[in-house]
């Protein structure tokens, strides 16, 4: 191989790990915001009024990063030429990382952080769906058998998912990444700005975060 095809494979490989690695991050970090009940426990074994302001602070903290990391990859992948190098489930990723996106916009700018707030259950359920949608993708597309396995066992049915709706399927795979682009890439560009606003806005005024 020339160092050309291997700097190739190698950005390959380490972009595909980076997405299987954010739907990870994705499931990690509804898992963090669900299990609320499992926080209020632990809180009993802190003695100090600190430590339990410290651990409140850290839940919503580390939930928000993951999110943010799942965001950024997503917006990172949805691009044509990532698309057409690396296996990404279309429109099911794309789609995820919207719902992802609003619920961090929820979460980050409308008070969707504080249990109280009705945005923290809307915030839930966004990511709750993301999930599924990424799950889905990755397990019925993604991970779909390959060439080897439905050359001994041919099945209709993976192969119509794996040509039209992997993206790096040609050509009909790479039509659907091509329409999943022209659609969800301008709709994550009003989610960015939407936030941008938000967050200038408060700036500007100099309030905090609606409770």
Same mark, same amino acid.
């Given at each position: 191989m020339s160092s050309h095809e291997i700097a190739k494979a190698m950005e390959i490989w380490t972009l595909q790990s980076l997405l299987n690695i954010s739907i990870i991050v994705g499931l990690l970090a509804l898992g963090l915001i669900i299990i609320q009940g499992y926080y209020n426990s632990?809180?009993?074994y802190l003695t100090l009024r600190v430590s339990v302001e410290l651990w409140n602070v850290f839940t919503v903290l580390l939930a928000d990063i993951f999110l943010v990391i799942v965001v950024i990859?997503?917006? &990172? $992948?949805?691009?044509?030429? =990532?698309m057409a190098d690396i296996k990404v489930a279309?429109? &099911? $990723?794309?789609?995820?990382? =919207?719902?992802f996106a609003v619920a961090l916009i929820l979460r980050l700018f409308y008070g969707g952080h504080r249990q109280n707030n009705p945005n923290f259950r809307r915030a839930l359920w966004l990511m709750?769906?993301?999930?599924l949608i990424n799950v889905i993708g990755f397990s019925l597309i993604m991970e779909a058998p390959g060439r080897e396995y439905l050359s001994i066992h041919p099945s209709p049915f993976w192969t119509f998912l794996k040509s039209y709706f992997l993206s790096n399927a040609s050509?009909?795979?790479?039509?659907?990444?091509?329409?999943?682009?022209?659609?969800?890439?301008?709709?994550?560009?009003?989610i960015f700005i939407w936030g941008f606003a938000r967050s200038m806005s408060f700036l500007k005024s100099g309030k905090e975060i609606e409770e």
């Amino acid at each position: 191989m020339s160092s050309h095809e291997i700097a190739k494979a190698m950005e390959i490989w380490t972009l595909q790990s980076l997405l299987n690695i954010s739907i990870i991050v994705g499931l990690l970090a509804l898992g963090l915001i669900i299990i609320q009940g499992y926080y209020n426990s632990l809180k009993t074994y802190l003695t100090l009024r600190v430590s339990v302001e410290l651990w409140n602070v850290f839940t919503v903290l580390l939930a928000d990063i993951f999110l943010v990391i799942v965001v950024i990859i997503g917006f &990172f $992948v949805l691009n044509p030429d =990532i698309m057409a190098d690396i296996k990404v489930a279309v429109p &099911f $990723v794309p789609i995820a990382t =919207i719902l992802f996106a609003v619920a961090l916009i929820l979460r980050l700018f409308y008070g969707g952080h504080r249990q109280n707030n009705p945005n923290f259950r809307r915030a839930l359920w966004l990511m709750f769906w993301a999930n599924l949608i990424n799950v889905i993708g990755f397990s019925l597309i993604m991970e779909a058998p390959g060439r080897e396995y439905l050359s001994i066992h041919p099945s209709p049915f993976w192969t119509f998912l794996k040509s039209y709706f992997l993206s790096n399927a040609s050509p009909y795979g790479l039509e659907t990444a091509q329409t999943t682009f022209y659609i969800c890439f301008p709709i994550l560009l009003g989610i960015f700005i939407w936030g941008f606003a938000r967050s200038m806005s408060f700036l500007k005024s100099g309030k905090e975060i609606e409770e």
